[in-house]
């Protein structure tokens, strides 16, 4: 399942950013449905990092580390 959630957002971020790319190159403005997707999966992203550091810095060891 993880593969698939997995698959998905990189598949959706690499359309988000090459349409991005490209209307920068072609100085274009991006239609508001490629800003928005974008929007989410920065947010997505961001989150998920803050979880992870959060629970690096939270969780035990399961091994004594001093």
């Known amino acids: 399942m993880l593969g698939a959630i997995v ?8 359309f988000v950013l ?5 209307n920068a190159r072609l ?10 997707v ?3 999966l ?7 990092s803050a979880m ?4 690096a810095f939270t969780a035990r060891a399961p091994f004594p580390l001093m």
């Open 52 to 55: 992870l550091l959060l629970m």
């Open 18 to 22: 090459q349409g991005a790319s490209r």
């Open 27 to 36: 100085k274009r403005a991006n239609p508001p449905m490629l800003q928005y």
């Open 42 to 48: 920065c947010g997505l992203s961001a989150g998920l």
């Open 7 to 14: 698959f998905t957002y990189g598949m959706l971020m690499s």
């Open 38 to 40: 974008g929007y989410v």
